[in-house]
């Protein structure tokens, strides 16, 4: 199994000399309120340009039921890819989203079931439990591998190309809900990004 | 009449407020009563509209709470409704997926199940969804709304009509949408709110205006009693508010009946007041009334009694009212009787011979009566001395001899000086012999307490029938007679139309007068005083002579007094002292300086500016003149008279107290005046050789005098053997036809000669 990766990363670089952007940048995000207070659970998303790596996170794909919530409360996935929703709880949920192109219903499922749903579209998918209303959570469906999402003080670090010129901010609660942000010539420093965000029940 | 009205101005009097008495009385107390009667139906009416309006404004206050309470139940199940749609799995996912046909279809499903109720569904953007399937934009207050409240509910107005509407939001999870639910305010719903309460209210939802704050609001217009209460909107900054009316006729009519009976009482009240006040007054003015009458009758002249039997104030006031009518008709007698009655003497006075001549002379007939006027002389000077009472009493005692005298004929005392007497044309008093006898034997003198009063008369006969041309009655006739009597010193005259002649005599007598100043008419004739001592002419008095061409001679005594009562004495007074000094200078130009005596009257003794004029006169001639005057010139104000005549005797004129004992014999006037001269009257002189008393009394008088400084005349002196009486007793000078009559100067001139001649000659 080592080799395939190895040769896969090989792989990746050449095609990183290819297509211009060799050198990738650690940038990072702080994302906060108006009021200075850290957004948490924001994303960053910058378009992938051509010869951008595949879509692949390091996180795992999954939204658990535990405690009659949904964790996480925001899960960037890539498009196309199955999401496991595994059932921590004791009681039974019946997970469903209902938005467009990513619709689906994960009928009644008890402790340590596991379903997932292979997320189609480029999105949002807000999910919710028909049983518990309360129970809300959001997976961001993408489609460039430059995505991450904010820590609890509001930071994210993205290895982008040196030819990004812009990055894209959202957040469930947020009003609006996204943002877009120019990058400054010179990445040395955080960005900074103001977001709106309402209270929200987590 | 002797009532005099009230002088009070009559106020027109109205119907009602003036008039009489009763009713006035009437009318205060009925309008009283019925005032009182008013403020207790007011009050009680007041009192029943604030118990009524407050227990409406309760009774709304309820019906508003009640409303509330209902409004919030109300809410609360539609709010349920609404959440049990938006909790279903399928709706949620048709309205998240938008699917128009499933959500009208769950719509009008559940507007099916739930009757009165409408329901619809908004989505985030502002689209409208109803039960039929139609998409519609919501207005943007509403829009806003659902944007900013999570649950928003409350009223919100739609083509006119107002509903209750509530909206909860879909979540699936996210907001994809809210729940509508409306009902309609319709009659219905007001009718099941009125219904609630206990009477008879209104209630309607109005938007705007009415709309308070406050929440116990009530308010009143003219015809209702009303509550508001403001509702809850559904874009929350609508005012919307419940009105609440409750019409104040219905609210007053449960007490319509007691307030009828309040009203039906107060008007038998007042009828029975207006009755019983009539009668009260009735009772009250019916004497006034009767009094009033009477009050009326007496200033017309007829007295009549008041009859009022009550022991009140009206009964007691009628008593004085008949008490003084008593007293007034006593005075009234004794008025009448003292307005016939001469105060001083109580004899019958002028009005009442005028009364009785003319019964007598309208009985009898003019031709059966005669007028008598018995005077008596100088009464002025007798009055002047012994005082009013004195004098009047002598007079009566006069007048009562006369009456007997006169076989009881009734005397009046027609003036001062004058006793009438209303005789029989056959009585033998009327013809002048007969009464002469009468006048000589009532003439002794009278005594009057102790003094011895003279009685000089001289009468006057008047005929009525003769005189009826005259322009004065019979009784002045008779009063002119007496004059002429008087003036010719005769003791009886008879009235002669023709001798008194026209009535402007007087005026005419005076233009007369004056003429015969100038034309020489008017002289003056001397009359010799004759020095019992030196037995030679001392000096002469001057006396008027007036030569009329028609009348002939004029005496002094019957113009005189004109002259004295018309002021033209001045005038003359003055023409005889002018020609006195003439003469007086005629004489000294023959050589004889003689002082000559002038008559001053008394009046004259008080004009000051006479007496300057005098002083003057006698100062730039350098005459010699004496003033004769009588006491009575110094009666009316001694003070003054005493002060010109010490101004006439300082500068030479000498003063002669004439006519001394004629009638008035007092000696105190006597000592106060500083005369040089005392002239004793001729009618004591007269009977000197009578052998009456009076010789001691002249003697007595002629030392008296000369006692007091003064030299005496004795006037009268009409023989020898009186002169040489007279020449024994001290007189000093004698004055009368002894001597000589009174003459013009040249025969004076001649006498003086002759004496001259005589003297020479011896
Ligand atoms: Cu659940």
Redesign the pocket.
Known sequence: MLRPLRLFAAAATFLCLLTGPAFAEKVTFVVSDGAGKPVKDAVVMVAAGAGAPAVKFSWPLEMK?EN?QFSPYVLIAPVGSDVKFPNLDKVR??VYSFSKGNKFELKLYGKDESRSVKLEKAGIAAIG?N??DT?VAYIRVVDTPYAAKTDADGNATLDLPADAKAATVWHPDALPAEVKVTLPAKRTAPVPVSLKVKSHAH | MLIRRWPIKRRPTSRWFGGTLRRKLTFIYSALFGLIILMVAGAVYISIKINAERSVERELQSSVNAFERLWSLSAAHMESNADVLAADFGFREAVATEDIETIASAISNAQGRLEGQTVGVAFPDGRFVSADGTLSQLPDTAYQALLEQDRPSGVVRVDNKHFQSVAVPIRAPVLVGWAFFFSELDSVRMAELEKMSAIQIKAEIRNGDHASTDHDATFRTTEAIGASRQIKSFTGDEAVSLIITYPLDAAMAPYRPMMLAILLFSLFGAALLIFSGRLVARSVTRPIFALDKAVQALASGNRQPVDVPSDDEFGRLADSFNTMLGDLEAREASIVQMGREDSETGLANRRAMDDDLRTRMTMDGDASVRVVVIRVKRFRSVRAAIGHGAAAQALAVLARRISEFADGAAPYRISATDIGLILDAQNPFVRPEGLRRLIAACAQPAMIGDASVDLLLCSGIAEPEAGRGAPIGPVDQAVVAADFAESRQEPVSVFDLAEYGNPALTLSLMSEMLAAMTDGGLSLHYQPKFSLSENQISGFEALIRWEHPVRGRVFPDSFIPVAEETGHIRQLTEWVVTRAIEDQQTLRAKGFDLPISVNVSGRQMNDESFALWAIGKVKSSGAKLCFEITETAVINDPEKALRIINLFRSTGIAISIDDYGAGLSSLSYLKQIPANELKIDKSFILTLTEGRSDELMIKSTIDLAHAMGMSVVAEGVETEQVMALLRDMGADAAQGYHISRPKPLADMLELLGAAMRKRETA
């Open positions: 039921q009659l949920h019946h439990c049983i518990h129970m």
